[in-house]
């Protein structure tokens, strides 16, 4: 036996059954395609699989599936607006922001989402948006720059 789900993700109405354990992060994958977050520990200690839950940064390792049921859910894969990359992805880009990718998904969603409550922060205050989220292979100079560029580029 399962939950039945009716969400939206991304824009789009979602339908599906899943078991009453299942956690975000593996309907998000496994149930709708969307392999964009990532599982970095499994705990909520990483960031890597953070998505906005009705307005509200999450990991999605830490949420049930069916929490979704008649919410919003926004990911990564909903970031770009077809084949125009967000200004968050484009300056991650041209920052060099990134590397092996595994924490990338996490830090934009989490950035998107500090850029929504706050779109002129201080660099502090991006440090302390960002702080859920761990990357291990660029250092986070270049991610909180590449923020502090989409955050001036958004506001213009």
């Known amino acids: ?3 039945h789900v009716h969400a939206t993700v991304n824009g789009d109405n979602v339908e599906f059954t899943c078991p009453e354990d299942e956690v975000l992060l593996d309907v998000l994958r496994n149930r709708l ?3 964009g977050a990532k599982e970095g520990c499994g705990t909520g200690d990483c960031g890597a699989c953070s998505v906005i839950l009705d307005g509200r940064l999450v990991c999605s390792c830490l949420v049930l599936g069916a929490e979704m049921n008649g919410k919003k859910v926004e990911t990564i894969e909903g970031m770009a607006d077809g084949g125009t990359l967000h200004p968050l992805q484009q300056n991650f880009i041209d920052h060099a922001a990134l590397q092996c990718g595994i924490c990338t998904p ?3 969603i989490a950035a998107q989402a500090l850029l929504r409550k706050n779109p002129d ?4 205050e991006i440090r302390f948006g960002l702080a859920g989220n761990l990357c291990r292979c660029t250092g986070y100079d270049k991610i909180v720059r590449a923020v502090q ?3 001036k580029e958004m506001r213009s």
């Not at 922060?121 to 502090?124: F, R």
């Open 149 to 151: 560029a989409a955050a």
């Open 106 to 108: 996490g830090f934009l």
């Open 121 to 124: 922060p201080s660099e502090e």
């Open 33 to 35: 395609g969307l392999t």
């Open 1 to 3: 036996m399962g939950v």
